[in-house]
């Protein structure tokens, strides 16, 4: 089976229209308020419509890193996401809670910088364990490469999507070394912040289209 690609941080409708008709699997819209390329409700409201009239079938995955439930239950509904991505400091009875509320997924960023890490994201309760890099106070969408070895331990395991600096200069290595479940890019992908680029982009789903 071939690994799937999620493209993060999208924040304008065409760029997720377009994506979404090159056939990646995931976008990501970050509604994390700090984030850089945070998205408002009216900006998720109108990349879920361009999402929507694209006619492809891009799954949606909202990420979190300081809403509470039921802020992430009404994003859940309001713009209908496949999948929740917990990007910050909550815990396995959050997950737990989000997960037995609706039936999106459940995603969790982790960081593999110790064998601790490595030990709590294999037993987190989640679909999809994300393992990411991180730089100072950023917990994503630094474009740092994380800690391939492990993640690659962690993929043998269970669902791993690898996220951290993923280019197309770098996803066929990933590929070979890791191979997770997804590919995650975001600020690799970019001409600019809060801007995509597509030909990166299509190079990527090249290269995992040769990899199957």
């Known amino acids: 089976m071939r690994a799937r690609l999620k493209i993060c941080g999208v924040c304008e409708p065409g760029d997720a229209a377009e994506i979404a008709r090159m056939g990646a699997d ?3 819209m970050i509604f994390a308020r700090k984030s850089p390329r945070h998205v408002s409700r009216a900006e998720a409201a109108a990349i879920c419509e361009a999402l929507e009239s694209s006619g492809a079938r891009a799954r949606r995955v909202g990420v979190f890193t300081d809403s509470g439930v039921s802020e992430i239950l009404r994003a859940v509904r309001e713009f209908r996401l496949d999948a929740v991505q917990l990007h910050g400091g909550q815990d396995g009875d959050f997950a737990r ?8 997924e459940v995603w969790r960023a982790v960081w593999l910088d110790s064998p601790e890490e490595f030990e709590a994201a294999l037993e987190f309760p989640a679909d ?3 393992a990411d890099s991180r730089s100072g106070n950023s917990p994503g969408g630094t474009g740092l490469v994380s800690d391939w070895t492990r993640a690659a331990k962690l993929a043998r395991l269970r669902p791993t999507a690898l996220a951290g600096g993923i280019s197309d200069e770098n996803a066929a290595r990933a590929l070979a070394e890791v191979s997770p479940f997804c590919l995650d890019a975001n600020s690799a992908v970019e001409m600019s912040p809060r801007k995509k680029d597509l030909k990166k982009i299509e190079k990527i789903l090249s290269i995992i289209g040769e990899c199957k």
């Open 26 to 28: 995931y976008v990501g």
């Open 97 to 104: 809670e989000v997960g037995r509320s609706c039936a999106a």
């Open 128 to 130: 999809v364990i994300l």
